[in-house]
């Protein structure tokens, strides 16, 4: 059974800085294809970055370009999220997925994750 749990989303100033870790188990997620997602309350779920298998290849949303990356510790078994120069824009749920075993390249599109976290929260203060 594959379980995905993010971890450190919390109250940030704007300008601020926060890296969301999504650890797995019952899957290596070197082998997948991983996507970071959020919701802001009355918005739909939203692609804000993924990375294909082989870790070569990205994708970001304009609106996080340059502020938020993606990396990944095999060892750990994690794929993390750095959000740099946060906005108050920013808040929202954000979930990590899995998703496209040996996919190399990244996908935008929730339907092509099959593993989902349960969320955390980040906050940005004006």
């Known amino acids: 059974q594959v379980q995905l749990v993010e971890s450190g989303g919390g109250l940030v100033q704007a300008g601020g800085s926060l890296t969301l870790t999504c650890t797995a188990s019952?899957?290596?997620?070197?082998?997948?294809?991983m996507g970071w997602f959020r919701q802001a309350p009355g918005k739909e779920r939203e692609c804000v970055g993924a990375?294909?298998?082989?870790?070569?290849?990205?994708y970001f949303a304009d609106s996080v370009k340059g502020r938020f990356t993606i990396s990944t510790d095999n060892a750990k078994n994690t794929v993390n999220l750095q959000l740099n120069s946060l906005k108050p824009e920013d808040t929202a749920v954000y979930y990590c997925?899995?998703?496209?075993?040996?996919?190399?390249?990244?996908?935008?599109?929730?339907?092509?994750?099959?593993?989902w976290g349960q969320g955390t929260q980040v906050t940005v203060s004006s």
């Open positions: 990375i294909g298998w082989g870790r070569t290849s990205t």
């Open positions: 019952g899957r290596t997620l070197s082998r997948y294809a």
């Open positions: 997925a899995s998703g496209g075993l040996y996919w190399p390249r990244p996908s935008r599109e929730a339907a092509d994750y099959d593993s």
